[in-house]
């Protein structure tokens, strides 16, 4: 039967190489975008890589429901799964399937739930027979009779092999992916990328000049637009080694992230948290700003960009003098 070879639900443990180095870009993709996976592994070795999201889904009436619209299916061996906890029963529907439209799967009906929970996994190819390109899918079904959301992840699995270096590249295409986090891991790393509506903002004061020198920079940032982080990249004056030494930027609910420098390497402009974090639109926040040799100043108590306001509160320099309109020339991205 053509059903049969087309949906098999798959028991497989997806076992890959070791995996040294992964690497995504971008960490924030508007939904729609390609998320470019690399790393490193054992030359010509067989590298699963998986995407899982994580929805909570609301039960109405019993029952719980989603779409997922203009889902890619990658050519080649694939491993497509949705689990979901505190339910009765699951199904999902897969649309388009070759000539036959909408097919419905398991076959025979909703398959039923374990202790509140229930796995269904679609692998391809099979006996030659792929399912590829952009496709619908749906999952519902029956909720416990106490519960009142269902946890639902959704995961895809695509299988890749190393070059001959042991270097490995793929891409996802995020259309249909839900908004939030979605975690990408090889054998025992993870990367997560973000998918937001819109193309996220960078929060940039625009380049300051001289007079400069090394100090602490204490002041507010209150961002017009979302702002994701994960850097601060500090503008030097011009033959300098401008940089900043480390940043703090809280914010009055006691919500907090600290970065330092990692010396003069080749990123050496730059300080990375260890966590990417998004800065909130019209949330005042707190930063501190160690900064050393000569970086760019605007010489402003504030300053205005496109993506929101600056302010100093004070900047005391390296000789303990104290100035009100010192802004250390930054771009947070």
């Given at each position: ?286 930063y501190t700003i160690e900064t050393s040799s000569y970086p760019q100043i605007i010489h402003k108590p504030s300053a205005n960009t496109a993506t929101g306001t600056i302010t100093c509160e004070k900047f005391v ?17």
């Amino acid at each position: 039967m053509i059903l049969t070879y087309l949906l098999v639900l798959a028991a497989i443990t997806a076992t890959s190489a070791e995996v040294t180095e992964l690497n995504v870009y971008p960490e924030v993709a508007a939904q729609g975008k390609e998320v470019l996976i690399s790393g490193k592994a054992s030359p010509n070795e067989v590298i699963w890589i998986d995407s899982l999201s994580v929805l909570t889904l609301p039960v109405s009436d019993g029952r719980y429901n989603r779409e997922f619209n203009g889902i890619y299916f990658p050519k080649g061996e694939k491993v497509f799964s949705m689990t979901a906890e505190d339910i009765k029963d699951i199904r999902l529907s897969v649309n388009p399937v070759l000539w036959l439209g909408t097919v419905n799967y398991p076959l025979e009906g909703p398959k039923g739930a374990t202790n509140g929970a229930a796995t269904l996994s679609l692998s391809f190819p099979i006996h030659g027979v792929d399912l590829s390109g952009k496709k619908n899918v749906s999952v519902y079904g029956a909720a416990e009779d106490s519960a009142t959301s269902v946890i639902l992840k959704f995961s895809m699995a695509i299988k890749i092999t190393a070059d001959s270096n042991g270097l490995f590249s793929t891409a996802i295409n995020t259309e249909g992916f839900p908004l939030g986090e979605l975690l990408i891991s090889a054998s025992e790393k993870e990367r997560t990328v973000h998918i937001v509506s819109t193309e996220p903002s960078v929060f940039d004061t625009g380049a300051g000049t001289y007079p400069s020198i090394p100090g602490t920079h204490h002041g507010k940032i209150i961002p017009a637009k979302p702002i994701f982080v994960h850097k601060l990249y500090t503008y030097p004056c011009i033959g300098t080694g401008g940089h900043s030494e480390r940043i703090t930027i809280n914010n009055a609910s006691g919500w907090s992230r600290t970065a330092a420098w990692d010396g003069y390497s080749e990123d050496w402009h730059n300080i990375s948290f260890d966590k990417s974090f998004f800065l909130q639109q019209g949330v005042e926040y707190s930063y501190t700003i160690e900064t050393s040799s000569y970086p760019q100043i605007i010489h402003k108590p504030s300053a205005n960009t496109a993506t929101g306001t600056i302010t100093c509160e004070k900047f005391v320099d390296g000789n303990g003098k104290e100035y009100k309109d010192w802004i250390p020339a930054i771009i947070l991205s």
